[in-house]
């Protein structure tokens, strides 16, 4: 069974920094699409980053250079180093996994068939 499990998210200071761990188990995340997403109340669920197989990484523009997404092999997951945080990237981080079907894997939230349940992060 496919389980994502977030954790690392609180409150934070507004410049401050915060990584996210994601724990996965029943798949081996290497081979996998891994990503995180946020969510914020009334709002459409956004694509943050994603890591492919081979390395590659995509980025939304909002945190591209702020933010940095990468493998964790000793939980065989995925980190979500987050600096230079803003109030308006507080929201609920979820992580998230698919099956590789080759190119990159992007941000989209319909591309993503296994979630966690998310982590609150509060910048303020």
């Known amino acids: 069974e496919v389980q994502l499990v977030e954790s690392g998210g609180g409150s934070v200071e507004a410049g401050g920094s915060r990584r996210l761990p994601c724990a996965a188990s029943g798949f081996t995340a290497n081979r996998w699409c891994m990503g995180w997403f946020r969510q914020t109340p009334g709002q459409d669920r956004e694509g943050v980053a994603t890591i492919s197989p081979d390395g590659s990484l995509l980025y939304a523009e909002s945190v591209r250079g702020r933010f940095a997404i990468s493998r964790d092999s000793a939980s065989n997951g995925v980190f979500l180093e987050m600096a230079s945080l803003k109030p308006e990237d507080s929201s609920r981080y979820y992580c998230?996994?698919?099956?590789?079907?080759?190119?990159?894997?992007?941000?989209?939230?319909?591309?993503?068939?296994?979630w966690g349940q998310g982590t609150q992060v509060t910048v303020s």
């Open positions: 998230a996994a698919n099956l590789y079907r080759g190119g990159n894997c992007f941000l989209v939230e319909d591309d993503f068939n296994y």
